[in-house]
Nanobody, 129 residues
Framework: QLHVAESGGGLVQPGGSLNLSCAAIGLTLVYFTIGWFRQVQGKLHHGVACINSYDGNKYYEASVKGRFTISRDSAKNMVHLQMNSMKPEESAVYYC??????????????????????WGKGTLVTVSS
């Protein structure tokens, strides 16, 4: 069964760091653009970070630039989101999604409401003291 799966969520203090992972099951991630999205109170927001796993091109939402880093690990077929200096308002369920890299751009993957091929089930991140 083809899907993606998130891991790494948890409780972190304000100013702390967390690393999320998105693993591909039955997919070869290098052929996909991967995005990380937040859901707060049932509302899915735009992507915070997206990466074209084929060419490494990246997009970051303005509010996370300089603090979050999205990266690919082709050997492990995973994409990671390193989140530093976290803020309480960034508490959310974080989802990763995948779409064939030839059918989107990192900007469109993160910003638009276009369909994505695969969604994970999400991982909860709570930023609180």
């Amino acid at each position: 069964q083809l899907h993606v799966a998130e891991s790494g969520g948890g409780l972190v203090q304000p100013g702390g760091s967390l690393n999320l992972s998105c693993a591909a099951i039955g997919l070869t991630l290098v052929y996909f653009t991967i995005g990380w999205f937040r859901q707060v109170q049932g509302k899915l927001h735009h992507g915070v970070a997206c990466i074209n796993s084929y060419d490494g091109n990246k997009y970051y939402e303005a509010s996370v630039k300089g603090r979050f880093t999205i990266s690919r690990d082709s050997a492990k077929n995973m994409v990671h989101l390193q989140m530093n200096s976290m803020k309480p308002e960034e508490s959310a369920v974080y989802y990763c999604a995948a779409k064939g890299y030839e059918r989107t751009t990192v900007d469109n993957m993160c910003i638009t409401r276009e369909d994505r091929d695969y969604w994970g089930k999400g991982t909860l991140v709570t930023v609180s003291s």
